[in-house]
């Protein structure tokens, strides 16, 4: 949501744009400081900055990532304790034992960012230290580093710089996402009892191509396949339509 603060700023920097953003507006009963409006604008003037050069220029990937990530902090550092956090996977793989049967080898099995889950807020504390103590080197997430494995990610970022692949981003995500919905189903099964019949919650995630943000939701279905609806609601790929990991 968007401080209502900034409204006035923003529909004198673009009177032509601002109304498109009235639906995302904060409700103007949460009264913001000066300092705190101050200090959002000249963060959103400096992402906005950078993404324009970005896009004038046809900077590459890394320096799109950058952007995201410098978006992603924004709110990050909105609020005192974020239960969300943002972890760089650009280099990290992903475990193998997760991955789909058919994942192609031309594609890079990786994602450029994601959230995770906190561990220093107390309510993720409070959720995970048990598990910990009970099983000191259980893997929480799809990745094999030391640190992200040990860590909820609840949402994964593919980024292309402008005009980059969308086909190959989406397979990509799709890959990352397919393997935590494994991972998920692995920790559902140590738990699970013949009367939990619960779904497993969806994934979450974004392509991100130059300024084109795009919501992705994956879930597995009753055949253990992994599927998301394309922009279109009536529409759906199932490019990893084998379930994923081991036999």
């Not at 009177?15 to 705190?36: I, M, V």
Request: proline share 6%; aromatic share 8%; glycine share 4%.
């Amino acid at each position: 949501m968007i401080p209502h603060s900034l409204k006035t700023r923003l529909r004198a920097a673009d009177p032509d744009q601002s109304d498109a953003f009235k639906h995302l507006y904060e409700d103007p009963t949460l009264l913001r400081s000066d300092t705190e409006t101050d200090a959002l604008w000249r963060m959103a003037d400096k992402i906005y900055v950078q993404a324009r050069s970005c896009y004038n220029n046809h900077r590459d990937e890394s320096e799109w990532v950058a952007v995201v990530k410098n978006v992603l902090e924004s709110v990050e550092r909105a609020e005192e304790n974020p239960m969300l956090c943002i972890q760089s996977i650009q280099t990290q793989s992903i475990d193998p034992t997760v991955l789909p049967f058919h994942a192609s080898m031309s594609l890079a099995k990786k994602a450029d960012l994601a959230l995770s889950f906190s561990i220093e807020h107390p309510t993720v504390l409070e959720s995970v230290e048990p598990i910990y103590t009970a099983n000191p080197s259980i893997n929480l997430s799809q990745m094999t580093d030391a640190y992200t494995s040990t860590v909820p990610l609840v949402c994964g970022l593919e980024v292309k710089e402008r005009g980059g692949d969308y086909n190959e981003a989406i397979t990509q995500l799709a890959i990352w996402s397919a393997a935590g919905l494994e991972r998920l189903r692995e920790l559902r099964e140590r738990v699970r009892t013949p009367e939990d019949q619960e779904d497993l919650p969806p994934f979450l995630g974004w392509t991100v191509i130059g300024h084109d943000w795009k919501l992705h939701i994956s879930w597995k279905n009753a055949q253990g396949e992994v599927v998301s609806p394309l922009h279109d609601p009536d529409v759906y790929y199932s490019a990893l339509a084998e379930p994923c990991g081991r036999s």
